[in-house]
């Protein structure tokens, strides 16, 4: 093949970056090879005159006839690896990984079986990881979300700890307002009370917890 065609295929794909500029150097790199081989024996035969003479004729339509056959196989194949770095470029400017549609699914249910899934679940596993820093040893038992008119609470019960946040919806630690560990806890005890409107009742949980330096302390959480 001859140095003049070469260096043009190589100034074709000079400089591509983008997935865009890619794919326009293949095209090119397919119309070249196209053009090329119907040119090649009348371009290669006067190269080879103007070079070589009367012998270069010969040798020069030798070449010509071999680049009708090569030269477009050639830019089928500048085509094609113009197309695969355009996909190349393009996917490696986007996340292959792809946004989940839901929280992932809680996998330990009762006795160790795989539960059907549950959005509940799955939005309390979230949210305990992101308090114990992911600790998947750590086992969720129930996660509820709880709503009175305008009080918003949710409780978080694992296998380690008690948590109860002044949020439906806790986005951090911020929204916590009480902090049990299980082992600490001695008893947890509902209370009913009338409410200071007198017009209903009011339900509270106490919450009789050990702690190593006050010894035995109650807390009060409304519900």
Not at 101 to 120: A, I, W
């Amino acid at each position: 093949m001859d140095e003049g065609y070469e260096a043009r295929r190589a100034r074709i794909s000079e400089g591509a970056k983008s997935s865009g500029d890619h794919l326009v150097a293949g095209v090119k790199g397919l119309a070249h090879g196209f053009w090329g081989g119907l040119t090649s024996i009348v371009s290669q035969t006067y190269e080879g005159a103007t070079k070589e003479g009367l012998g270069g004729i010969v040798t020069g339509l030798a070449k010509g006839v071999a680049g009708t056959v090569t030269k477009p196989a050639v830019g089928v194949l500048d085509f094609a690896s113009g197309a695969a770095a355009a996909v190349s470029a393009g996917t490696a400017s986007q996340p292959l990984e792809p946004k989940p549609v839901r929280h992932r699914r809680y996998c330990v249910g009762m006795g160790g079986v795989l539960p059907q899934y549950s959005s509940m679940l799955a939005k309390g596993w979230d949210i305990l990881l992101k308090l114990n820093d992911g600790n998947r040893n750590e086992r969720l038992i129930a996660y509820e979300a709880l709503q009175y008119k305008k009080a918003k609470m949710c409780v978080i019960i694992s296998s380690y700890q008690l948590f109860f946040f002044g949020s439906t919806v806790p986005n951090d630690k911020n929204d916590l307002l009480i902090h049990v560990k299980l082992a600490d806890l001695q008893r947890c005890v509902p209370i009913t009370k009338p409410s200071n409107t007198g017009t209903g009742m009011v339900c509270y949980l106490q919450l009789v917890v050990h702690e190593a330096e006050r010894g035995v302390r109650t807390k009060i959480g409304p519900l």
